[in-house]
């Protein structure tokens, strides 16, 4: 029997970096049955969950950001780090990975110096148009960088093009495995429903817009309404639907997202890649929301990258009102034709091997040897 072979992936802080390392473990697995994923998270029970209910092992990492925040705050930060890098050499030094995989976020920073310390092969999966400031500095010693969207090549600086078009590669954004392997229903056959997304914990400011828009949207029939809430503005959302005449189920969350998706012609969202990559997969037009405060505004990059290719409308927060939001549903909610062409364009921008085409690189630099 061969030896495991452990190999560690630095996803915490959200969601959108932890749910693509998730997808990243499992086509490791697949590939090489000797290939053992651990993951580095910052202990929110959410991460804890995700990972327990997978069966991988983690390992707690304290350390903090300096982006955007005061003094104090950075050094408090620069501190941290300091501490995190020599609990990772020590960390490393025990599971002896083969390789590291930082999906980005500031815990990925003293993981990745303490790799490169150890002489460990680092990866690095950048999921926004918009690199962070920890894959910008990591990518500088990384074996290979991955990317959701190629206008990330530009953001990253002093490299020749021949160093990326060897350290760099772009295969999308790595969705879960439950969605990727469920087939697609075809746009055609699907009945008019609009699909609301407000985030894993709500999107206060989408929530409202969008109940105050379909209490006003009218000329469109035979519509339904699914709106995913989020916990903490659940009995909000629910109470305010049944005062429209619309057809229409609320969730807080749901696990079986593949089944929602599979029913939606039309989306409001944010504009994270995650869920960008996730509505692309299933063929969805969508209006998108950016979420305004994003580091770097990178959520509106990514909506545009879309808009570009006519796969979405986007409208910015500042200045949305109900009624303009009410217009563009009724306009595309009625207009079968225009949903069917940006169905096609979202199908055109999705990247469902991503997670494979990952897994696959990892392997064979591996197996290669090769150095940064």
Not at 111 to 131: D, R, Y
Not at 264 to 275: K, P, Q
Not at 329 to 338: S, T, V
Request: proline fraction near 4%.
């Amino acid at each position: 029997m061969k030896e495991m072979e452990n190999i560690l992936i630095v996803a915490g802080g959200t969601g959108g970096h932890l749910f693509p390392g998730i997808s990243v473990a499992e086509a490791l697995c697949q590939l090489s049955p000797n290939i053992s994923p651990m993951f580095v998270i910052t202990g929110r029970q959410m991460e804890r969950e995700a990972l327990e209910s997978k069966g991988y092992g983690y390992v707690i990492l304290l350390s903090q950001g300096i982006q955007g925040l005061n003094l104090i705050s950075q050094i408090k930060g620069i501190v941290l780090t300091c501490f995190a890098f020599i609990s990772s050499i020590g960390m490393l030094l025990k599971i002896k990975p083969k390789a590291v995989l930082c999906m980005g976020a500031y815990v990925s920073v003293p993981v990745a110096m303490a790799a490169k310390v150890l002489g460990i092969k680092i990866f690095v999966h950048e999921q926004n148009s918009i690199p962070g400031l920890a894959n910008r500095f990591i990518s500088r010693f990384a074996n290979e960088i991955f990317l959701s969207f190629e206008t990330s090549l530009n953001f990253f600086k002093g490299f020749s093009l021949s160093q990326k078009s060897n350290k760099f590669l772009v295969v999308g954004n790595p969705i879960r495995s439950s969605l990727r392997n469920v087939k697609v229903t075809p746009f055609e056959s699907r009945k008019n429903c609009l699909l609301v997304l407000g985030g894993s914990q709500g999107a206060k400011a989408v929530n409202e817009l969008v109940i105050k828009a379909l209490s006003i949207v009218n000329n469109v029939k035979d519509f339904s309404v699914i709106h995913l809430s989020g916990s903490s503005h659940f009995n909000f959302v629910k109470e305010a639907y049944e005062s429209i005449p619309i057809p229409s189920t609320v969730y807080e969350f749901r696990h079986d997202m593949e089944n929602l998706y599979n029913n939606a012609t039309l989306a409001i969202s944010r504009a994270g890649a995650g869920s960008l990559f996730e509505l692309c997969h299933f063929e969805i037009p969508s209006i998108l929301i950016p979420f305004p405060y994003a580091t770097n505004r990178h959520q509106h990059v990514n909506a545009q990258i879309l808009a570009q290719k006519g796969a979405s409308i986007v409208l910015d927060q500042d200045g949305l009102t109900p009624e303009l939001l009410a217009h563009n549903i009724q306009m595309l909610l009625g207009d079968r034709q225009r949903l069917l062409s940006m169905s096609h364009a979202a199908k055109s921008l999705a990247r469902p091997e991503a997670a494979t085409l990952i897994a696959q690189e990892m392997i064979s630099r591996i197996k290669r040897g090769d150095t940064p």
